[in-house]
């Protein structure tokens, strides 16, 4: 079954960092754009930034330009989201989608908090 494994998330303080994985299983990760989304709690998803299948064109949203960097090293199967300079409004369940076959994770919290 094609799906994502992320990783990563945990409970930090506005102003620290955290860096999330998302793992591919059952396909090629070269293949495909990925996406990360997010959903606070009571809130509808957010998609939070994308990038190119071969690493090129990384996308953010307003939100968390300048303060997250996604990645991926397809020899590994993984795609990454460093998040720096955390903000309470960054909790919630961190996804990986693969938009093209709509591959999806179970997800990853990330709970910001002083």
């Known amino acids: 079954q094609a799906q994502f494994v992320e990783s990563g998330g945990g409970s930090v303080q506005p102003g620290e960092s955290l860096k999330l994985s998302c793992l591919a299983s059952?396909?090629?990760?070269?293949?495909?754009?990925i996406f990360w989304h997010r959903q606070a709690p009571g809130k509808g998803r957010e998609w939070v930034a994308g990038?190119?299948?071969?690493?090129?064109?990384?996308v953010y949203a307003d939100s968390v330009k300048g303060r997250f960097l996604i990645s991926r090293d397809n020899d590994k199967n993984t795609a990454y989201l460093q998040m720096n300079n955390l903000r309470s409004e960054d909790t919630g369940l961190y996804f990986c989608?693969?938009?093209?076959?709509?591959?999806w994770g179970q997800g990853t919290l990330v709970t910001v908090s002083s």
């Open positions: 989608q693969a938009p093209r076959d709509n591959y």
């Open positions: 059952g396909f090629l990760l070269k293949r495909y754009a």
């Open positions: 990038i190119a299948s071969n690493g090129e064109s990384p």
